[in-house]
């Protein structure tokens, strides 16, 4: 079992910078691939960023990539999602999630754990 709480979100003018934490409880959490994913209003939830077990592998969207960047500190139990030079179009709200699958995980099908979610709100 995994339990996930996101934190860090908040509103930021277009450009700025923000760090999510994904702080993990649990024993599987550092054998545990990640995903961060996003949901806007009225769209479906997508894919933003994916890191292996070991940090060594990362997988973005093509959307975030360049601007954020995904990292995990299994010392620490804690995912980050650094998002920088934020556009109005990345304002949703933010979950991590846990898959006990290897590999880049895009699908949110394949996430077994998620957290409540953050909200990220960038103003133009």
């Known amino acids: 079992q995994v339990q996930l709480q996101e934190s860090g979100g908040g509103l930021v003018q277009a450009g700025g910078s923000l760090r999510l934490s994904c702080a993990a409880s649990g024993r599987t959490f550092s054998s545990a691939s990640m995903g961060w994913f996003r949901q806007a209003p009225e769209k479906e939830r997508e894919f933003v960023a994916q890191?292996?077990?070991?940090?060594?592998?990362?997988n973005y969207a093509d959307a975030v990539k360049g601007r954020f960047t995904i990292s995990r500190d299994n010392a620490k139990n804690t995912v980050y999602l650094q998002m920088n030079s934020l556009k109005p179009e990345d304002t949703a709200v933010y979950y991590c999630a846990a898959t006990r699958y290897p590999g880049g995980r895009t699908n949110s099908y394949d996430y077994s754990y998620w957290g409540q979610g953050t909200q990220v709100t960038v103003s133009s």
């Open positions: 890191i292996s077990w070991s940090g060594q592998y990362t």
